[in-house]
């Protein structure tokens, strides 16, 4: 049974990614905007460094470390589970009713309805950052730092995909608020793209301890670079990023299976 449902799930992935492919031209044009989005993001942190020479405690390089994890993490979430913003309509639509009726996991059925090849665009953006600022933060690439790497971007990746899941939740109650939500999964985005010392006390823990963007890249970059991190956030929580999301996944599922149970269907 496993295997079967395995196989279902590559084969409406094959079909998603296949489609896109065949028309190359406009996955190009669609990659390239992305790879546009990131850079202009990238942009951003430039400008702010232009007149500073330290943020956040953290000069240009190892704050790109920061922009760089964020983005990679960000998109490699999007791309997972980002179309979760579609509930909306086949709630209204009432397709959501098709989803219920197959002996499948909704929730799985949803994130494999669709993929954005062109997201991968905004990873590459994050992978080139971090390629070029590294060698300039003084870090040494050996066992330690591969291994918090590679922490943090499954740790980050899960937790903004666990943010996309419960801004999907939402969607039941609110229908018409994807932009509200868009506040909790692109808002999360940004502000995971700056050192979090720079916000204040409350923001901070905010930011740590109820919606944990600080554990995608500010702390990884803290733990890399040997630095104690401000109060209320230690480097070590560096570490921590998978555990991090494994809370946040909790309050997901849990809240989505709410939401499952609150709809009603389209002819109620």
């Known amino acids: 049974m496993a295997e079967t449902t395995l196989a279902a799930y590559r084969a409406v992935l094959g079909s998603r990614i296949r489609s896109q492919l065949a028309y190359r031209t406009s996955f190009a044009a669609d990659l390239l905007a ?29 704050a790109s470390l920061v922009f760089a994890l964020a983005n990679v993490t960000f998109a490699l979430a999007d791309l997972l589970v980002g179309h979760l913003d579609s509930l909306p309509t086949h709630v209204r639509t009432g397709t959501l009713d098709a989803f219920l009726l197959r002996p499948l996991p909704v929730l799985a059925q949803l994130a494999t309805s669709d993929v954005s090849l062109r997201r991968i665009g905004r990873v590459v953006v994050g992978a080139v950052v971090l390629a070029l600022a590294w060698p300039h933060t003084g870090i040494v690439l050996d066992t330690r730092a591969v291994a918090l790497l590679a922490v943090a971007v499954v740790g980050g990746t899960a937790i903004f995909c666990a943010v996309f899941v419960i801004a999907g939740a939402c969607q039941f109650w609110l229908l018409d608020g994807k932009e509200a939500v868009n506040t909790i999964t692109y808002g999360g985005s940004n502000a ?70 609150h709809y009603t269907g389209s002819g109620s």
């Open 34 to 62: 992305n790879v546009g989005v990131g850079v202009s993001e990238f942009a951003t942190i430039y400008v702010v460094f232009s007149q500073a020479t330290t943020l956040g405690g953290l000069d240009v390089w190892e």
């Open 192 to 261: 995971a793209q700056y050192p979090s010392s720079l916000y204040s006390t409350p923001l901070r823990w905010l930011f740590c301890y109820v919606v944990p963007t600080a554990f995608v890249s500010y702390l990884p970059v803290l733990a890399l670079l040997g630095e104690p991190g401000p109060a209320g956030l230690p480097a070590w929580l560096g570490w921590l990023s998978p555990a991090a999301a494994l809370a946040l996944w909790l309050v997901a599922l849990l809240l989505w299976r709410a939401g499952i149970r």
